[in-house]
């Protein structure tokens, strides 16, 4: 089977993320947040996104990781469905880096570095990449799942 094309997307310390290329729609640098009160760790602040307000998702809060709450050098704007045929949705990741493009080879799914009731529900696949552990996470859920219910 040939290479898939996608994105290596570096969200803190050693926690990184792929999406495929025709997620990634636009990458923000610096952008402007805007908190949300009372909102959870990991998505409590907001961009706005050629007139839309986006989520912003901390991957790396939500996996119990250090510096996965500080304002981000990065933001990857996400598309994703929630059923075939439905609209676009989109949403924003937290980055601590720009994205890499990268190609993966189809193989047997790597070990999650991860374990927990969070990423059982998450988690579509995972790989290695140049010594990495990388997930591959169902964006969907990720933005539209209240955090406590994936607990």
């Not at 991957?59 to 119990?64: K, R």
């Amino acid at each position: 089977m040939d290479a898939v094309r996608a994105w290596l997307l570096h969200t803190s310390a050693d926690f990184y993320l792929a999406v495929g290329e025709p997620e990634l729609v636009e990458v923000l640098a610096r952008p402007r947040t805007h908190y949300v009160p009372g909102a959870p760790e990991q998505c409590r602040q907001i961009i706005v996104w050629r007139d839309r307000l986006l989520p912003m998702v901390h991957p790396a809060a939500l996996a119990g990781l250090e510096g996965g709450g500080e304002q981000p050098v990065f933001v990857a704007v996400i598309a994703y469905q929630e059923a075939p045929g439905e609209p676009l949705q989109y949403g924003a990741l937290a980055l601590a880096d720009a994205p890499v493009p990268i190609q993966v080879n189809a193989g047997p799914p790597g070990e999650p570095p991860l374990a927990g009731e969070v990423w059982d529900r998450l988690l579509l696949s995972c790989f290695r990449q140049e010594d990495k552990s990388v997930l591959v996470v169902d964006m969907e859920l990720l933005f539209n799942t209240n955090p406590a219910d994936l607990r």
